[in-house]
Every structure is written in C-alpha cells, then in structure tokens.
C-alpha cells in the first residue's frame, strides 16, 4: 500500500510534465525516476543545481540544448572491437561536438555561474581536431570527400578519365552509319554498373555486343559492345578499389574517434546532466516555484501553495491555500462540506512535501518550510477491491494497518477521509485510536473527516489543530481556502434548505439527526463563537499596538529629523569657516606678493634716481616701436599695447612679457645686423630647469616661485619642474593653485614618474 503513495498524490503524472520541458532525448529515465532522497545533503545539492540553471536562464535565456542528436547507440557500438560506423553516424557525432560547443561558449558567456556551471565547463571538453577531420572526410550529404585521402583522391580522379573516355567512345559508336538504323534511342545507360547503348533486338547485323538488360516491352536491348568490354572492366576495377578506400577510410576514422570515447562519453553525460537541471528549471519558471528550506525542526509551512494539476486546469482561477502546521502541533484535521476542497488541499500538501524531499522546487510564495520526514505515506480514494471480496470499510481499514506497520516516526501519514464507510460512532472511535496511535510513534498526521466527534477531538487535544475548508452560506459554493482554528461544518440539511426542499422533510432530518450529533454541534457552534470573540479582542489589540508602534516611529523619525538637521547646521558653520579660513590665507599670501612688487617697483625707483637717470617726460609708444626694459637693461620691440590697463607687450630676444609703462622707454633700433630671435639679455641665468621649494612654507615657496619663474621666461626655457614632495599635499596644491590662469602658463601637470613634482610649460 505503501508504494501507492507517489500515484495516490499524482507525484508519477507531475514527473511527465516535468519531462515535457526537456530538450534532448536523453533524460527520459532520468526525469521518470526522479524519488524523493534520503539524506538533506542529497536535497541541498539537487537545489543548488537547479538553482544554478535558474540563475542562467533568467540572465542569459534557455540554454542551446534543443536539436541535439542521440548518440548513445553510436558511442556504444564504437566501444567493440572492430566495429565501423557509417558516414551518417559520423555526421550525428559532428553535430553533437557542435551542440557541445555552442554549450560551452554560452556557458562562458553567462553572466552569474554558480558551481554546478562552472562544474559542467569543467568537464565538457571541446574536440576540434575530431570535428575537423570529421567535416575534412565527410560531407553534409555523407558522401566521402576526395580530401579524406590521396589514394582516394587519384582513384576518382582515374575513374572520372576512364568514364569520360567511356562514354566518348559509345559516343562515337552510335554515331557510325552501320550503327544508326539499329540504334533505339540516342543515350548512354548504366547497366549491372556498366555503360551500354539501347539498340533494337536485331542489332547483331550490325554490332557485336552483350545484352545487360531489355526494356519492359523488349523492344530495347541495352547492349555493352564487345569493344567496350576491356574499358568497363578497367571501371569496375576502379569501383571495387574506390569502395575498399572508402571502407578504409571509415574504418581509420571510426578508429580515431575510438580514441575520443571517453571525452565523447563525458561530454554526454554532461549534456545529459544539463538537460536534467534544465527541464526542472523551465518547469519552476512556468509553475513559478520556489526553493523551499528543509528545516531542523517539525515546523511546516507553506504560503500561497498551488498543486500544479489543479493549476494546468483552473489557469489563472486557481485558489492558493496557507499549510500552516507548527512543531508543536502533530495532527492537522481538515473538515468541511463535499466538493469543497478538502481532498484537494490534502493532495497539495503531500504532493508538495514530496517534491520538497525530492530536492524539487515548489510552486508557492515567499520561503517555505518542510520538515525532513524520513518517509512520506498517503491513503486517498477508494480503495474497495471486487477480486479480493474486500469492502470499502475494510480496504481503508488494511491501507491503514499498512501505513502502521511501515512508520517508524518521523513520516508524514495524509489519510483521506478516516474512518469512513461505516457506522459513525464506531469510525469516529477507530479514526480517533488510529492518530493517538501514530502519534505516539512520532509521526505527524493529517486526515480529512466529516466526522463531529472528530472534530471534536481536534478542539481538545493541545496537539492538534482544525482547518475547514471555506464556504459560503449564501451561495452555497466552496471557496477552496483554509480557515485554522476551526471545523467545517457538512452542511447537507442547510444545502437542502437552500435548494426549498420541503419544510417537513428538514424537520423529521433533523429528529433522525439525534440528540448527541445536535450537541456536538452546539459544542461545535460555541467554540466557534468564542474563537470569533478571541480573534476580535486580538485583531483590537493588535489596532492598539500598531497605533503605539506608528507614534513611537513618528516620535523616533522626528527625534533624528531635529538631530540630522542640526548636524547639517554644524556641517554648514564648519564648511563656512574653512572656507573663510582659505580666504585669509589667500588674501594674506596675495598682500604679500602685492609689498614685494611694490618693493621691486621702489628699488627700480631708486637705482633710476641715484644711477643718474633722468626721468624727463613720457614719449608716446606705438606698436612695433623699439623700447628699453629698465629692469633687464635690454632692448625689444612693442607687439601690443593695452591702454585701459596701461600695459604693453613687449619681445625681448625669445621672451616675450607684459610690462607697465613705467618699466619701459622709447628708444631707438640698434645699428648693424638686422635684429634676431636671439639678442641676449643681460641678466643672471638660471641653473637649471628645475626649483626644489621641499621644506619651505607655502608663502615662501610662492616667492621663490615667482623670482625662479621671471628668470626662467627671461631665458627662454619652454618648461621648468617644480621639486615640491608629496607630504600633506598643501604646497603641491598652493604651488597648482599660483600657477592656474596665469597668461605667460599654457599647462600644469604632474611629473609621469613623480607625484612630487609638478612640470610648468610656458605660453
């Protein structure tokens, strides 16, 4: 009985839509003995597989497995000695390494590979030089290629002579005088793999010859003439020795794919193991399953769950049921009215616990939990047998010894229906002994029952829980969900009241009802209502807490509004003093430079006025005039002139700078040579193209800076390197800082080879 459990709760039928997903011919077996595994590690890596595949799929779509041809057979016979395959079973085994390659470049490619994918690239292997020597020797046709061999090659090649000269030859015979008025029709035939003429029967007036075949009416003679006996041996020769060459090459190729049969035989199973885990994935797709947690614990639940079969019917009508079932709890009673679902909702859960042992993916919502039950037994249905004489009763009552005998604990027993098919306070009695029994061996039990005393037992047992199946009172129809906490009620005299049947048959229905059916129904009806006055004064204070919570997250959301608002106003004070501070020292190190250019302004005064230079009066300068620089002692010639600031640009040899009125004056050209690119300046040169300002302050290397910067445009160096170090990168910043928008700058960058150097190019 037993081993009905997987038909009983269609578990078989469930493995055929399974294998209506797969794409190759290979997982038929595979698919169809699929059981439920013994050990959670076994589940955890069935789910880790499968989940490996979803991951792909979702990503990177369906992986290429459809059009892959069966090779099995193929790869067996290459296991026997001597054995040839033929060029269509070549063609099968170069469309399988194709199949197999296009799998690794996909799997490559596939954005999130979890370790059963990187496992599978692990193992296939890619094998060009089969395929290519495959492809090389045979084509798409199966016909022998000429480049499978040289001998090969030269026998057609001959054989291709000897037919053209054949054939030319019967050309010219039937193209003599003696030949035409015998000759039947103007073609050359194949006959017996040799090349005849079709002549009429009296042909041997004319021609000597042998008959090969007649036409259907005789009126033809296919003739071979005795000339072209000694040719068409010499092609028949060729044939027999192009077919051994081809039988050779078979049997070299069928040896040098022996040599792959491992790698081919590894490469097959993969695919094989790929396709599996792929035909689940597709169906958790299309029933929209989730991998379900395996727990420590007796704890069972499943939200939304769905049994696929009632899903392929229903489609989008389908009704998801909550399978809620604490570890405290050890006996689940489903009541309620017939067709309203109770067997149904006991199929879903034992279908679903057994594809959770199975290592299968459920169709539900959110995390199911399942317990691991060592085994899973179910009794469902009809189990009256006529051959064996055995009644309903006593079919269900052998189905129950039977479950009995094979729990050892820890199994989940699903019993449709429990002490039916007889006399109710007797079935009650034994249904009720049949639980306390498996309960004692530790097994958890859920029954269906139409039963009041049963379910009576379920209001007083701490270990066990009613579930009805719902139903409308108004329309009278089931609304397949479960209601916990509560037993359904039959309601046969109510729907026949619904339906007007008459007044006096309700009421003698209700006198044969008894007395004792009536209290428990009363018993029943109270605990009901007392469970809706629970629920009530529950569903108020759970009101009251959220209340309490939702002040308690405004009051917290208020507090860390005021607390962030005052670190962003402290935030905004500090961010204004370091920029006030930035603004000091700015506005310092500028007034600095500002009293230096006023000191330089003053010496230059002085060395005028004590040096014995009159000042005299201003001459008017224009562009291209000749000028003296005052501070350099040398002569250019003005390029541009600024009036609103009063500045001129002036070329002094390869320099070129802008200068105030007062550091120039008119003067005339210099006699001799015309002037040059190169007049020297008679001023102190700089030691090299580089300035180490490592150490110094920031406004003291600013200074630095500038004196080094004058001599070095003075001089005409294109780019100069300022040595500053790394440090706390403040001088590096000041010196970048200086230097950005300056005219006579065209670029400031940091050394390639050191950070602690920055390069200037002059404009």
Known sequence: MVDKTLSYLDYLKLLDIYFQFSSTPFISNSIHTIKPLHSKIAIKERQDCIEAVLEVIKWDGKIPLSDIPDVRDILKRIFIENALLETQDFLLIATFLRACDGIIIFLKKAYNKQPFINKTLESMKQLPALYKKIVRSINPEGYIEDSASNELSRIRTELFAFRERMKRHLEKIMEREAVRPILQDAYISLR??????????????????????????????????????????????????????????????????????????????????????????????????????????????????????????????????????????????????????????????????????????????????IPFFSNIFALIGDEQDISMDLSSFTAHMYGIKDLYNHAGGDELILIDEIGGSTEPQEASALAMGVIDALIEKGCKVIVTTHLNLIKAYGYTRPFAINVATSFDTDTMRPLYKLVYGTAGYSNAINVAKNIDVPPVIIEKSYAYLGKQEFMLNDLITSLEEEKKMAEEEKRALLKLKEETRKRLALIKDKRDEYVAKVEKQCADRLLELELEIESITKEVAKRERTAITKSKRRLIDLRERYGGAGVGKQEDIRINDYVLVKSLGSKGHVVDIDKADDTYEVIVGNARMKLKRFFIEKTTAEKGPARTEHDQINVAKTEGPELNVMGLRAEEALKELDRFLDRSIVDGVPKVRILHGIGTGRLMQAIREHLTGAKYVKAVHMDEKNSGITVVEFA
Do not use: W
């Open 192 to 369: 017996n793999n040799r090349y005849v003429i079709p002549l009429k029967p009296n042909f041997n007036e004319a021609l000597q010859g042998i008959v090969h075949d007649y036409s259907h009416t005789l009126k033809t003679s296919f003739v071979e003439p005795v000339e072209c006996v000694e040719p068409n041996n010499s092609i028949n020769v060729l044939v027999n020795e192009e077919k051994e060459e081809e039988k050779k090459i078979l049997k070299e190729l069928t040896d040098f794919v022996r040599g792959f049969r491992e790698t081919l035989e590894t490469n097959l199973k993969a695919v094989r193991e790929l396709d599996f885990y792929h035909a689940i994935a597709l169906f958790s797709l299309e029933f929209h399953c989730v991998r379900p947690a395996i727990g420590d614990d007796a704890s069972l639940e499943i939200k939304g769950a769905i049994n696929p079969f009632i899903a392929l019917s229903k489609k989008n009508e389908t009704v998801p049921i909550d399978i809620v079932m604490d570890k405290d709890k050890q006996v689940m009673i489903i009541s309620g009215p017939n067709a309203g679902g109770k067997t149904a909702a006991l199929k879903t859960m034992g279908l679903l616990s057994v594809m959770a042992k199975a290592g299968l993916f459920i169709p539900a919502r959110e995390k199911p939990v």
